[in-house]
C-alpha cells in the first residue's frame, strides 16, 4: 500500500516522500529506522480517480474553503515546541498544504489554507513578526490569537501562548457545544410536528371539505374556516410549496440578521431561568478571553480592549466603562462589579486573585465555574422545552382533528 508522506528530517528540514507498505504502522517504523520523523501520512488510493472527479473536487473545495484555525494551532504548537524554529514549522505546514512544495498564491492546485500558510512564511521571512503577518488577515485569525502572540514575540516562546489558545478555543467551543445540543431535540421535534401539521391540514382536511360540502352553514364557524383553508392548500399544491419555500427562505434570512439575533437575545433574556444560562455564558466567554490575555502578559486595560470585540453591544459598553474605571485607578473587582459584569462567585473569586497576585489564574478559575453552569443550565432547559413544546404541539394538532370532526358530532346530535 502507497503512502504519502511528509517527515522531518535530523537538521528540521522538511521532507516528502512516498513510501511502500503494508499498513501506517509499519510504515512509521520504516520513517523511524531511516531517521525520519514522520508528521502527515496518507494513504494513496489507487482508485480516487475512479470514484469520480467530482467527488475529489468537493472534497477540494471543502479543504481549500475553510482555514482552520485551531488545527493550524494544533499543529505550530507540535513543531516550535519540538525545538522547530517558526519559519521552518510555517514552511513544514505550508508544504503539508502543498503536497510537498510551498504553494504561492495563484498557483495551480494551491489550497487556499497553503496559500495563507505561504504568504504567512513569506512575511516571517522577510522579518515580520507572526502576529502582524496574522493581523493581515483578520477575517481569519482572531485577535485574541494575534494579541497573545504579540506578547509571546518578546521573549520568542510561542508555546504556552498557543498552548493556551487551544485550549482556550477547546472550551469556548465546548460551551457552544452544550447550548446546541440542548436546541437540536426542541427544533426536531417542532420540525415533525410541523410537518404532520402540513399533511393533517394540506391532504387530508381537503379529503373531508368534500364530505362536507352539503352542510353549508350548519358547519361550526371554525370548522368551516379550517376546511376553507385546507381545500385552497388541496387546490393549489404548487403555490403552497413555493409559498412555504419563501417562507423558509424569509425565516433563515432574518434569523441571520445581526438586528434579529438582538432582538431574539432581548426577549430570552427577560426569561428569568434562560437569561441566567445566557448570562453565564457570556461571562465565560469574557473570563476565559481576559484569562488567556493576561497569562500572556497583555496588561489588564489592554486585555479589555481586546475582549470588547467579542461581546454583544450591551455588555461591549459596560466594559467600557469597566476600562475607563481601571485606568482611573479603581481595581478590576471593583470595576467589573459596578458594571454587572460579575458574579457573586465571581467577584470573590477576583478579590482573591487581586490579593494574591493570581489575578489571571482566578478569572480562569471562574470561567470554570461559570462554564459548569452554563452545563447544567442547557441540560435543564432540554429536559423542560422537549416536553413542553411537546405538548404545545399535540394540543395544535388535536385541536385540528377536534375541528374537523366536529361536523360528525353535530350530524349525529341532529339524528338523535
Not at 528540521?12 to 520504516?30: E, K, N
Request: proline share 4%; hydrophobic share 50%; net charge positive.
Amino acid at each position: 500500500m502507497l503512502f504519502r508522506v511528509l517527515a522531518l528530517r535530523t537538521d528540521g528540514s522538511a521532507r516528502s516522500l512516498t513510501i511502500d507498505a503494508t499498513d501506517a504502522p509499519s510504515a512509521r517504523r520504516a520513517l523511524v529506522n531511516d531517521g525520519l520523523t514522520p508528521l502527515e501520512l496518507t494513504p494513496l488510493s489507487s482508485n480516487r480517480a475512479g470514484l469520480g472527479a467530482a467527488f475529489g473536487n468537493a472534497a477540494g473545495k471543502n479543504r481549500a474553503g475553510k482555514f482552520d484555525v485551531d488545527l493550524f494551532c494544533q499543529e505550530l504548537f507540535a513543531l516550535v515546541t519540538a525545538g522547530i524554529s517558526m519559519g521552518e514549522a510555517l514552511e513544514t505546514l505550508a508544504s503539508k498544504e502543498g503536497h510537498g512544495t510551498v504553494p504561492s498564491a495563484g498557483k495551480a492546485g494551491a489550497t487556499a489554507s497553503g496559500t495563507i500558510l505561504a504568504q504567512l512564511h513569506a512575511r516571517v521571512r522577510e522579518g515580520m513578526p507572526l502576529s502582524s503577518a496574522m493581523a493581515q488577515h483578520p477575517t481569519i485569525f482572531p485577535s485574541v490569537l494575534c494579541e497573545s502572540l504579540r506578547a509571546a514575540e518578546r521573549t520568542s516562546d510561542y508555546g504556552p501562548a498557543l498552548e493556551r489558545f487551544v485550549r482556550y478555543r477547546r472550551l469556548t467551543r465546548e460551551v457552544r457545544e452544550k447550548l446546541l445540543a440542548a436546541s437540536i431535540y426542541p427544533m426536531i421535534l417542532l420540525g415533525v410536528s410541523t410537518l404532520v401539521l402540513l399533511f393533517l391540514v394540506g391532504y387530508v382536511v381537503p379529503r373531508f371539505a368534500d364530505v362536507y360540502a352539503d352542510m353549508g352553514d350548519k358547519l361550526p364557524s371554525a370548522s368551516r374556516a379550517l376546511l376553507w383553508l385546507g381545500s385552497r392548500i388541496g387546490a393549489n399544491p404548487a403555490v403552497t410549496v413555493a409559498s412555504l419555500a419563501m417562507v423558509i427562505t424569509g425565516i433563515v434570512f432574518t434569523v441571520r440578521t445581526g438586528r434579529f439575533r438582538e432582538l431574539v437575545m432581548a426577549g430570552l433574556q427577560r426569561v428569568p431561568r434562560i437569561n441566567a444560562v445566557i448570562a453565564a455564558a457570556e461571562f465565560s466567554r469574557l473570563y476565559r478571553t481576559l484569562a488567556l490575555l493576561l497569562h500572556g502578559g497583555i496588561p489588564m486595560v489592554a486585555s479589555l480592549q481586546v475582549a470588547r470585540g467579542l461581546l454583544p453591544s450591551h455588555l461591549a459598553r459596560r466594559l467600557d466603562a469597566s476600562q475607563t474605571a481601571i485606568s482611573e485607578g479603581r481595581s478590576f473587582s471593583e470595576a467589573m462589579r459596578e458594571q454587572s459584569l460579575s458574579t457573586a462567585v465571581a467577584d470573590r473569586f477576583f478579590r482573591v486573585g487581586e490579593g494574591t497576585g493570581k489575578l489571571a489564574e482566578m478569572i480562569d478559575r471562574a470561567a470554570d465555574f461559570h462554564e459548569e453552569e452554563v452545563a447544567r443550565g442547557a441540560d435543564w432547559l432540554g429536559r423542560v422545552i422537549g416536553p413542553f413544546l411537546m405538548l404545545f404541539m399535540g394540543v395544535v394538532i388535536g385541536l385540528v382533528v377536534v375541528l374537523m370532526y366536529m361536523p360528525i358530532f353535530s350530524l349525529a346530535e341532529a339524528i338523535q
